[in-house]
């Protein structure tokens, strides 16, 4: 029996996600859940969405359990997903965020460290998901730090469309794009080492798109705009996209990525051989097997690259020395 604990705001990506995982697009048609969903929000609106969840009649669900204690919701859980944090608002700084939601994953942190079993996975989303995941780690110290991970596959769905749109192809057509660094606009979205199948030829994807000043500019500002611009459109948070990336990360972290191919996530950048700083949590290319991740090694990495992996890597380290700030005020 697999128990999964959520950070739960009853926002609609947590809604998007919890049905798309509840039909197994998750980690699997064959395994069913016993799920206990942490809130702190309204208990009569959580108990609505329970109700709705229920009325979906999803056969891999064993139960349902709204809760306002961590230490309930985490006990004994292999797999959260802490989907829930204040949400950004238009003109809303990542200061902001950050400084509103450093108490939340400490005590998360906290209570998974007490409570949850120490092979837990932990995909943190809500933003700054990079730093958010990084405080969780740290606040969690008997469980191995290459447990906690976050959310940019996102980023990286939304690469391989603009990819794929340029191109007239599938997206599943498009693999290996990377995303280098923050969950923010300083993200590299990275198509150096890309590739697209095309009339059953793999091709480089610089050589296929023909455009190197879109894939170089264009290209990596939409990708790093996009949440604001769906920000902007729909006066709410991506919730259906981000809720699909959230199953993409997890199936992968479950079952594996297919082959030498690579997805994006955000790990510990401990040890890494890229010339990232230590102590951050930073996306990389990764494969997995195992249910463990390893970074992708031996990438060319230019100098037009280096330097917007560097920007990310300091805006992560600026984050960092704030959130020790908030934390120890």
Known sequence: MLFVSSEWRCRPNCLCFVVL????RCIG?????????????????LDGVIMELQDCSLPLVNSLTPT???????????????VGAMPRKPGMERKDLLKANCRIFQAQGKAM?????????????????????????????????ENFTCLTRLDQNRAQAQIADRLGLPTNKVCDVTIWGNHSTTQYP????????IDGVSTPVFAAVKDDAWLTGPFIETVQKRGAAV??????????????????????????????????????????????PEGLIYSFPVCIQNKQWTIVQGLEINDFSR???????????????????????
């Open 29 to 45: 048609s064959d395994q069913s859940w016993t799920s206990f969903y942490l809130t702190s929000t309204n208990a009569s609106i």
């Open 231 to 276: 920000l902007a459109a729909r006066k709410l948070s991506s919730a259906m996209s981000a809720a699909k990336a959230i199953c993409d990360h997890m199936r992968d972290w479950w079952f594996g990525t297919q082959g030498d191919k690579w997805v994006s996530m955000g790990v510990s950048s401990d040890g890494n051989t890229y010339g990232i």
């Open 190 to 197: 990275d198509a150096l080492h890309a590739k697209a199948e």
């Open 68 to 82: 306002a204690d961590a230490d309930e919701a985490f006990k004994g859980a292999d797999a959260a997903m802490l």
């Open 113 to 145: 460290d007490q409570f949850a079993k120490k092979t837990i996975k932990v995909l943190v989303v809500g933003n700054p998901a990079n730093t958010n995941c990084l405080i969780a780690q740290r606040s969690a110290p008997s469980i191995p730090k």
């Open 21 to 24: 995982h509840r039909q197994g």
């Open 307 to 329: 330097k917007k992996m560097d920007t990310s890597a300091k805006e992560l380290a600026e984050e960092k020395d704030m959130a020790m700030d908030f934390l120890n005020a």
